[in-house]
């Protein structure tokens, strides 16, 4: 599933549509490996936990949502949701210095909010995978600071 279009106020596939492509795959593959929920942003789409159990009632083994983790760092209700439906966090993560983000995502001021993000995660027991973007003349150097951080924060 890709919610690529999907911004604030944007266009959603609707749960009706969604259902029938969980259920196509099912259909096609009996039991499911995995589904990854992305984007676009998916933390945006009104329906996503829904989407989420809906997935795991089905002989899906994992669902995975792929996020920039901004929803989480200012909706606790939202994470403490997430950890109910079971889902897995592909959590978008690319280093610790202003110039990686500002090159990278355009936000040089992100780490502060992915930090609270990571801890209200971690405060709920909801397990985190960090994807960094690396580039080779932007934070190749970096790349063991966040092995090191994946491996001590609690989430």
Do not use: W
Request: proline share 5%; net charge negative; glycine share 8%.
């Amino acid at each position: 599933m890709c919610f690529a279009a999907s911004r604030p106020g944007g266009n959603h596939i609707d749960f009706a549509t969604y259902t029938r492509m969980i259920d196509r795959l099912v259909e096609l593959e009996g039991v499911a490996d995995i589904v990854q929920l992305s984007g676009g942003e998916p933390t945006l789409h009104p329906d996503l936990v829904r989407m989420v159990r809906y997935a795991y009632e089905q002989p899906i083994q994992a669902v995975m949502i792929n996020t920039n983790g901004k929803r989480m760092a200012n909706d606790e209700a939202f994470v403490a949701e997430l950890k109910e439906s079971g889902v897995s966090i592909y959590f978008q993560f690319d280093g610790f210095e202003k110039e990686t983000y500002r090159i990278i995502r355009r936000e040089p001021d992100i780490l502060d909010e992915k930090m609270r993000a990571l801890d209200n995660l971690a405060k709920v027991g909801l397990g985190v995978v960090l994807v960094p973007a690396i580039e080779r003349d932007v934070n190749l150097h970096e790349v063991g600071a966040i092995v090191q951080f994946g491996l001590k924060h609690p989430a």
